[in-house]
């Protein structure tokens, strides 16, 4: 199954942040993907590999 995601998509992790949510909007992408917790605006990065081993499903983009 591909998971096409893009920059400002909201997604959706397997594992919640700290905060409760587990959504996020993708924010960077390259080698290394950088996405912003919903909730409450922390920014993680981690290496691609990482990001679509952790992604649950992908929610649809914010470039309305």
């Not at 591909?2 to 993708?26: D, F, I, Q």
């Amino acid at each position: 199954m591909e998971k096409n995601y893009k920059l400002n998509s909201h997604v959706v992790m397997k594992k919640p942040h700290a905060c409760g949510t587990n959504e996020w909007v993708v924010t960077r992408m390259g080698v290394d993907i950088k996405i912003k917790c919903v909730s409450c605006g922390r920014e993680i990065m981690m290496d691609r590999i990482e990001f679509e081993k952790k992604l649950k499903k992908v929610l649809g983009d914010n470039n309305e």
